[in-house]
């Protein structure tokens, strides 16, 4: 059962917007790479503003992520897509369905 996640926010650059989209979609196949990812979506929730959440079933799972291959392609992308630093915050899981 998934238990630990991440809430990650992102706000496009102006003029960006479709480059941050695209690279969200993308962050798809890295995700897939990963065996202990258990669930991974890419969000926007506005015309400038995206997310990511996803799930993990340990903590070790979640820290394993942030180190991995999709990590760092955002922390690679961030300063020429996005206004400020991504905001990534670990997030327990209390009900899923």
């Not at 979609?25 to 929730?45: I, M, R, S």
């Amino acid at each position: 059962m998934v238990k630990f996640g991440f809430l990650v926010r992102l706000e496009a650059k102006p003029g960006k917007e479709q480059e941050a989209a695209a690279f969200i979609k993308n962050g798809l196949f890295l995700a897939q790479k990963e065996p202990l990812t258990v669930n991974w979506y890419g969000l926007q929730l506005g015309p400038s503003t995206f997310g990511v959440f996803d799930a993990f079933e340990t903590a070790e799972a979640r820290t394993a992520h942030l180190h991995g291959e999709l990590a760092a392609e955002l922390m690679a992308i961030a300063p020429d897509l996005f206004a400020k630093a991504p905001s990534i915050e670990e997030v327990d899981i209390l009900a899923v369905k």
